[in-house]
Every structure is written in C-alpha cells, then in structure tokens.
C-alpha cells in the first residue's frame, strides 16, 4: 500500500497551524493543533492530538516552522518528506511523553500525505485502488468522571439511546462497576472493553484487578477486551479466550504487533501511534496478510483528523467496531441530530477523504 503513495509528489511553499479545543464527555477540555501545509492553490491537513495543552501552545507560539519562509518549505515526494521530517525537530520543548513525537509526526505526514492527494486532484481511495465503504462506529464514553464521586450507572448511554435509537458502545471499565451495572450493561451493545491496563502514570491508568477483570469479562460474554494487563493473577482469566483480547496502546507498527504475548485476532488501529504514513499502511497490510481484524481508534480528534481516521476505517475495516464516531459524541451533551451508524462516505472525496455523514 505504501508504494501507491510513496512517489506521489507533493510542493510546499507554507505552513500553518489551527488550534481547536473543545470541553468533552470525560471531564477534561480537549486540545488539538490543525496542521495546514500548502502550494500550488492546494492546502492539506493533519491534526496533532498530542494530549498536553501545553505542548499545543508551545508549537502555535514558535515561529520555527510556521509561513511561507518554513524550513519544510520544498518540492519532495511523500516519501522524501517524511525523510526530511525525520531530520527535523518538531517540538520547541519536549513532549511530556514520547509517543506523543508520534502523534505529531502524524500530523505532519498526514497533512503532506492530503495535499500531495490533492495536488494530484485524487483522493486516497484511488491512489489504493480501494473505495470507501460505509463506516459502522461505535460510541466510547466512560459510565463516571474521575472527578466525581458518585457510583457509576448506564444513564448516559440510555441518554444516547433515547436520542439516537440503537448505538453500540466502546466503554472503559474500571474497579467501581458493581455486579448490578454489569447486569444493566448487558441489555446494551456493548462491543468492546478498554481496561486501560497498560497505560502508567496518566490520568486513565486501571490497575490490573483480576475480580475487577473477571466482573466484566464474564458478564459481558460478546465483548472485545482491550489492553487488559496480562499479570500472574489475571492471565488466567483469558484461559481460551484470547481472540477476545485487543491491543490498542503498544501497536505502534508491524514490530510491535510481532512482540504481543500471543498471536492477536483482532487490534485497534490508530494512526497516530504510528506516526508515518509508510507505517500506518504497512501494519494494515501486516494484519491484512496475517488473517487479524481491525477497527479504528479515536483520540478526541477535533478537526480533519476525524475525517482521516473515518477514511482509513472506510477503505480497510469498514466493518470493525470503529471508535470513530462523529466528534458530538464527545460532547457532555451531545446535539440531537447527529448522524448514526453506519456513516456514509462522501460523493466526491478529495485528498485523504472529506467528511463522512
């Protein structure tokens, strides 16, 4: 797959940045940076989900990289650029945490990746020789805040169900969920389990409990598992249930998916955890040729990252669990015309792909 880019060429005489920031349904307010590169009447676009503000601020604030006198300024080839990004130093201070360099590299890549598209008047479907499906998505939100107190219930996705109709849902366990809520969130579609197991020293860190992990792995039977910590105490709890088991946070390309305990049947594909282009697309084709399922990931985009990791899912695994729901999902109170799933790909795409309704 990345050979059907890699040659695209792509012509950048300036570069921008767009901040977005938006409150969210996890009870923090969220920042991105749109990354704008342009040339030849075209601009392309990525977004930066690094997740500290404060890393946001540092890079709108810098003049290194912006304007038309950008150091990124050039004539490369999709390929050629990412070298040159290599060689670049993207962060004016340095990140709080080291996969955040891929979240950035993404945005980058991705916005060189849309304008080289666009250049081409195609679109990233084309260039794959793939077309856009449907997108069947699920809804992640948390069941309680981190700041509140209070126990735990299924009122915000009988909230959601109300307004929406049928939804099937992405949640994130944690050790407060009682028997009886894991009895009320078996009447929901509930497709797949975020233990958040693997994060340390965050704000969404889980600690591996194996009564917690036995509580909702057993309760709901029809659910994916996601990142859950495989210790000496709760390994036996997945005992011939391993294709049940998802990774999200150590896939960050093919070498990572190879260094898993156990050969995976399906994984949560998110970009940004890959940082190039080259290897987002060769882990897609690694799992692809590996016979293993994906489905997208979110990371509370706010711009025209949404839009891309909606295309991917589209063109790849339109049929996954995809937590790539529209963005007012995210939202404490979300409008009440949102769009449902499955979402319908655009008539006429253009770079990495317009927005999906």
């Known amino acids: 797959m990345y050979d059907q880019v890699a040659d695209l060429p792509v012509t950048i005489e300036s570069c921008s940045f767009e901040r977005r920031e938006r409150a969210t349904s996890s009870g923090f307010d969220r920042v991105t940076t749109v990354i704008h590169l342009s040339g030849e009447g075209e601009t392309g676009s990525g977004e930066d989900v690094t997740y500290t503000a404060e890393a946001h601020d540092a890079l709108q604030d810098s003049d290194a990289l912006p304007g038309e006198d950008s150091p990124l300024a050039g004539e490369y080839t999709v390929d050629s650029f990412s070298a040159t990004l290599e060689a670049t130093d993207l962060w004016p201070e340095p990140p709080d945490e080291e996969r955040f360099r891929h979240y950035r590299r993404w945005g980058f890549e991705s916005a060189a990746l849309d304008l080289a598209l666009q250049q081409d008047d195609t679109d990233l479907g084309a260039a794959l020789g793939r077309q856009y499906d449907p997108v069947n998505f699920v809804v992640s939100t948390r069941l309680s805040n981190a700041a509140d107190d209070t126990p735990p219930t299924a009122d915000r996705l009988a909230m959601l169900c ?196």
């Not at 307004?163 to 009886?180: M, V």
């Open 162 to 357: 109300e307004r929406y109709g049928d939804l099937s849902f992405k949640l994130d366990p944690t050790p407060s969920w009682s028997d009886a809520l894991v009895d009320q969130l078996a009447d929901y579609d509930v497709r797949v389990l975020d233990l958040k197991g693997l994060y340390e020293g965050t704000d969404v860190d889980v600690a591996a409990d194996p009564e917690f992990y036995r509580r909702v792995v057993d309760g709901l039977p029809d659910a994916l598992v996601e990142d859950p910590d495989l210790t000496e105490t709760t390994r036996p709890i997945f005992d011939g249930q391993e294709a049940r088991v998802t990774w999200d946070v150590p896939i960050t390309g093919v070498e990572s998916i190879e260094s898993l305990p156990f050969e995976p049947a399906w994984l949560n594909m998110k970009p940004s955890r890959c940082g190039t282009v080259e290897s987002v697309l060769a882990t897609i084709n690694y799992c692809e040729a590996h016979g293993i399922d994906l489905y997208g990931g979110g990371q509370f985009e706010l711009g025209v990252g949404r839009d891309h990791i909606q295309a991917l899912a589209s063109l790849c695994y339109p049929d996954g669990p995809n937590d790539v729901a529209p963005g007012g999902y995210n939202d404490p109170d979300p409008d009440a015309d949102l769009p449902t799933s499955p979402l319908t790909p655009p008539d006429a795409p253009a770079g990495i792909g317009t927005s999906f309704s």
